[in-house]
């Protein structure tokens, strides 16, 4: 494990120290672990906020909000249908759920046309709205809730009932704080998928100054050259929010997923 844990985390160790180098001293010296502590520079980072008046901050800005919006609705809307699949008993319900099944099943390729000509007629093509509502419900996502929910104690159903409280009063008040592990495992997931989403974000948007993150990162690779300085700074900054998020969140991460993954 030491041996696979030094191969996983030697690029990241190799980038953050890089981003502190001077890259036109990377392509001459190679891989340099022991680097002079008086090499070490913060100009990579300066020119990476600096540069064309302050975009980075911009693209950064662009996808911590597209991130917290799409986790935020995607945990309340797949958590409430996930719920009412593995809880409720209704016609219609294992229909449903197969149909969640074959959701799940489809590339998201095929679905790009289909999506964009929606977006197009909702008229959020080149929005916030236009990168996160198309993918927000998300069909795996569905599946885990409902995997958990069928493991919840049904007697608490009746005992919300008794006492007066709706249906989705049960739900918020006695249901999601049992599902917190599954929540705990959603919210890292759904985090990464927003934060690491390329492609659809790349149809979506037009104006350079609402990129995301990712896009605005692939967009200093060019033919005529590549800022490696910003690159490798922009690089190590968007590592910060995907680690914070699963600091937080790590203790529900496994024990959700297992339960998740097991039971129904």
């Known amino acids: 494990m030491m041996a696979v844990s030094f191969v996983t985390l030697f690029p990241l160790f ?3 120290l890089s981003s502190f180098s001077d890259v036109s001293r ?12 008086s090499s070490l520079t913060l100009e990579n980072y300066k020119a990476t906020f600096a540069f064309n008046n302050g975009i980075y901050i911009n693209w950064y800005a662009n996808s911590v909000i597209t991130m917290l919006l799409f986790t935020a ?3 309340l809307t797949t958590s409430i249908v996930g719920y009412a699949l593995g809880v409720y008993q209704f016609r219609g319900r294992n229909l449903v759920f197969i149909i969640v099944l074959l959701v799940m099943m489809i590339p998201i390729e095929i679905l790009m ?4 000509s929606l977006t197009v007629k909702w008229g959020i093509i080149g929005t916030k709205a236009g990168v996160i509502l198309p993918f927000m419900v998300s069909a795996s996502a569905v599946f885990f809730f409902r995997q958990f929910a069928t493991g919840l104690p049904l007697e608490l159903l009746d005992a919300g009932r008794i006492d007066g409280a709706t249906e989705f009063g049960i739900f918020y008040r006695i249901m ?6 599954a929540f705990g495992a959603m919210t890292i997931l759904m985090a990464m998928t927003s934060w690491n989403q390329f492609v659809w974000p790349l149809i979506v948007l037009r104006e350079n100054r609402n990129f995301t993150l ?7 690779i060019s033919p005529y050259g590549n800022n490696y300085q910003m690159l490798l700074a922009g690089a190590v900054m968007a590592v910060i929010p995907v680690i914070l ?5 790590q203790k529900s991460f496994v024990s959700g997923l297992a339960s998740g993954g097991v039971k129904g």
Do not use: E, H
Not at 27 to 37: A, E, K, S, Y
Not at 176 to 181: I, Q, S
Not at 245 to 249: A, G
């Open 14 to 16: 190799y980038l953050f």
């Open 26 to 37: 990377i392509f001459v010296d190679g891989i340099n672990l022991t680097p002079r502590l």
């Open 73 to 75: 609705g995607s945990l």
């Open 113 to 116: 046309l289909p999506l964009y």
């Open 176 to 181: 999601v704080p049992l599902m917190k592990p």
């Open 214 to 220: 990712p896009i605005g990162l692939a967009s200093l």
């Open 245 to 249: 998020i699963f600091i937080f969140n």
